[in-house]
């Protein structure tokens, strides 16, 4: 009797050490994490976005290497970027684009209304759109894993890696230009499936010119306003 109570706790202790360690090691469905992730971006009404360029990024002559800025959707935002005309000379720019309008503040000129000439003045807030932006864009990626889980501003994410195409990254992601397909890391959260970090590497600006971009979403549904900047 002793010896089967004792061959029954062990085969008991066994199983369940199996469900612990098959539970702690379950990883999500990367295609999953991803549409999750769409339809909670889609939901977003506010973020804050930050963006780090890699060496070789470039937009209107000038070396481009960071931005941030806060989006209110459906299209309102303000974006500082920050650039190099030289090695040495780091320069400030930003965009305010408002009800369909967008404003421009160049170093010591002060602001000025682009509307209607704005081809070339990029916009976080197309990140967001429900069409091309990023909730449209993240379920279409390919060769997709899961390479565990990590933390991103205090929050438990899956990483997720991906391949997207050249215009998918362009449509999704301004000023990018690229040449041939994109790797991508995505940090979505586990609790509440919003994207919080992305990592891209690949010829993102032109071919032959590998360069990287990571790209920050954070303070989600913040209560702010985009007020319109003064004009001279």
């Given at each position: 009797?002793?010896l089967?109570?004792?061959?029954?706790?062990?085969?008991?202790?066994f199983y369940?050490?199996q469900a612990?360690?098959?539970?702690?090691?379950?990883?999500?469905?990367?295609?999953?994490?991803?549409?999750d992730?769409?339809?909670?971006?889609?939901?977003?009404?506010?973020?804050?976005v930050?963006?780090?360029?890699?060496?070789g990024?470039?937009?209107?002559?000038?070396?481009?290497?960071?931005?941030?800025?806060?989006v209110?959707?459906?299209?309102?935002?303000d974006?500082?970027?920050?650039?190099r005309?030289?090695s040495?000379?780091?320069i400030?720019?930003?965009v305010?684009t408002?009800q369909?309008?967008v404003?421009?503040k160049?170093?010591?000129?002060?602001w000025s209304?682009?509307?209607g000439?704005?081809?070339?003045?990029?916009?976080v807030g197309?990140?967001?759109?429900?069409?091309?932006?990023?909730?449209?864009?993240m379920?279409k990626?390919?060769?997709?894993?899961?390479?565990g889980?990590?933390?991103?501003?205090?929050?438990?994410c899956?990483?997720?890696?991906?391949?997207?195409?050249?215009?998918?990254?362009?449509?999704?992601?301004?000023?990018?230009?690229?040449?041939?397909?994109?790797q991508?890391?995505?940090w979505?959260?586990?609790?509440?499936?919003l994207?919080?970090?992305?990592?891209?590497?690949?010829a993102?600006?032109?071919?032959g010119?590998n360069t990287?971009?990571?790209?920050?979403l954070?303070?989600?549904?913040a209560n702010?306003?985009?007020?319109?900047?003064?004009i001279?």
């Amino acid at each position: 009797m002793l010896l089967r109570r004792a061959a029954v706790l062990l085969c008991s202790t066994f199983y369940i050490l199996q469900a612990c360690s098959f539970s702690a090691g379950a990883q999500a469905d990367p295609k999953q994490v991803l549409n999750d992730a769409s339809t909670a971006l889609a939901r977003v009404k506010t973020a804050a976005v930050e963006l780090k360029f890699g060496s070789g990024a470039s937009l209107a002559g000038f070396s481009v290497v960071s931005a941030s800025g806060k989006v209110k959707l459906p299209g309102d935002s303000d974006t500082t970027i920050k650039a190099r005309q030289s090695s040495d000379s780091l320069i400030e720019l930003e965009v305010v684009t408002l009800q369909d309008h967008v404003y421009l503040k160049l170093p010591f000129l002060g602001w000025s209304d682009l509307t209607g000439q704005t081809t070339a003045i990029p916009s976080v807030g197309a990140m967001f759109d429900l069409q091309k932006g990023l909730p449209a864009v993240m379920p279409k990626g390919r060769s997709l894993s899961t390479q565990g889980s990590e933390t991103v501003d205090g929050k438990d994410c899956w990483k997720i890696a991906a391949v997207y195409t050249a215009t998918q990254v362009a449509q999704a992601i301004q000023p990018l230009s690229p040449a041939g397909d994109i790797q991508t890391t995505l940090w979505v959260g586990k609790d509440d499936h919003l994207l919080r970090k992305a990592f891209l590497r690949g010829a993102l600006f032109q071919a032959g010119k590998n360069t990287s971009l990571e790209v920050r979403l954070h303070n989600f549904n913040a209560n702010f306003d985009i007020v319109k900047p003064p004009i001279q």
